[in-house]
């Protein structure tokens, strides 16, 4: 069994930063493909930015490219999620999530991954 805790989230205001951190646990991460994710109110959820098992390959959505970068440190069993340049629309609940079956290029749909853990807020203020 995978367990996936988030930490970092919380208020800050536009144009600052905050790197949220994923700590996984039960299973090691190397091998598998990860993502972020967020969530907010009234909304589905939706594809942050992904990474590889070997964290050679990254995606992220277009409405964060450049602002956000994930990592990985296998070592630890760590993802990692950037934020810089904040904005009032990237807040939301951010989760982290594994996908137990693949350690190749990452997706961008919910459904492919199995785990997930239990979100961290994150608000940005005007």
């Known amino acids: 069994q995978v367990q996936l805790v988030e930490s970092g989230g919380g208020l800050v205001q536009a144009g600052g930063s905050l790197r949220l951190s994923c700590a996984a646990s039960g299973r090691t991460v190397t091998s598998y493909r990860m993502g972020w994710f967020r969530q907010a109110p009234g909304k589905e959820r939706e594809f942050v930015a992904g990474i590889s098992g070997s964290g050679r390959n990254t995606d992220s959505a277009d409405s964060v490219k450049g602002r956000f970068t994930i990592s990985r440190d296998n070592a630890k069993n760590m993802v990692y999620l950037q934020m810089n340049s904040l904005k009032p629309e990237d807040t939301a609940v951010y989760y982290c999530?594994?996908?137990?079956?693949?350690?190749?290029?990452?997706?961008?749909?919910?459904?492919?991954?199995?785990?997930w853990g239990q979100g961290t807020q994150v608000t940005v203020s005007s």
């Open positions: 999530a594994l996908d137990g079956d693949s350690s190749g290029y990452p997706s961008r749909r919910t459904a492919a991954y199995d785990y």
